[in-house]
């Protein structure tokens, strides 16, 4: 006969142990703590098709470690700038709910049909508006009790998209979108760096409003390198969350993507520091109504 305290875990084998009383995921202890590491390499498969069109999508694969973590089956995901769709893709390959919202209706377009071919068990929606008025597009759409259980999302990196430009000599001799939209809730084409901090924090209180009491939230970012300087975007995001009055998120932790297949592009020799950047933040952080 089975020890009482064997009867609270269920045992997968080589995945490890199950714990029922789990109130956060469907992980093993053993897979638990895999995840706890505070950095990982994560080389994603080379972009195809209509992916490439979008300057700056994230991996599925990498998106999908992340939503086994913070949420259980059937929970609801949420991306309030989801591009061409990779959170919601994620979600779905993991049987997850999810909801997402996109400015740019080429990015909105391209991912309404990666939704529909994927043809996911799971409800997987999208919804092409600013995410500045989140919270009253969803619940508009979802019902007004409608709540997220996790948000995975990565914004625009300010005006980097448009300003780095070795990348974007590439993009436009292949004729590749080089800025995201000339649409005016676009933050992306914010030129104050302060303005682009308090643009960006308006939308996670939307996010806030929307995720449910000890939710997580999940902002991939980096500090970025223009005009001569590093301007700390990672550092400024994950302080500036947490000063939004009632709206304010507790910063727990962060997870750094190494991009160790990147090549080394030749910058500042002989000259002056410049460093190649081959890595991403991962902002983890919770909301905590007590
Ligand atoms: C870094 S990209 C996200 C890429 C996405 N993770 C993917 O894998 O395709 C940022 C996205 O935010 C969108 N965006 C910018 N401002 C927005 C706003 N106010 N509301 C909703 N989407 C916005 C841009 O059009 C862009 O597609």
Known sequence: MAKKSDQKFIDYGERGKYSINN??????????????????????????????????????????????????????VFDPFSGTGSTLIASGNVKRNAVGIELNKKYF??????????????????????????????????????????????????????????RQSGRKKQGLDTKYSEEKDDIGNISSYEEFIEFQAKIFDEVYKLTKNFGYLTIITNNIYFESKLYPLAYDTATSLTKRGKYSWVLKDEKIWLQDDKPLIALGVNNAWVGNRHHQFCLIFRKEEK
Not at 35 to 61: Q, V
Not at 110 to 135: G, H, M, P, V
């Open 109 to 166: 377009d391209i991912c309404k049909k990666r939704i529909k071919t994927a043809a996911f068990e799971n409800e997987i929606s999208i919804y092409k508006a600013s995410s500045l008025k989140a919270e009253n597009i969803i619940h508009k759409k979802m019902g007004e009790k409608f709540e997220v259980d996790y948000t995975i999302t990565s914004p625009p990196y300010w005006n980097q998209l448009e300003r780095n430009s070795i």
């Open 23 to 76: 109130k956060l995921n469907d992980l093993t202890g053993k897979e638990w703590i895999k995840f706890t590491k505070s950095w990982f390499i994560h080389r994603p498969p080379r972009r195809k098709d209509d992916e490439i069109l979008h300057p700056a999508k994230f991996p599925e694969s990498l998106v999908e470690e992340f939503i086994l973590f913070f949420t259980k089956e059937n929970e609801f």
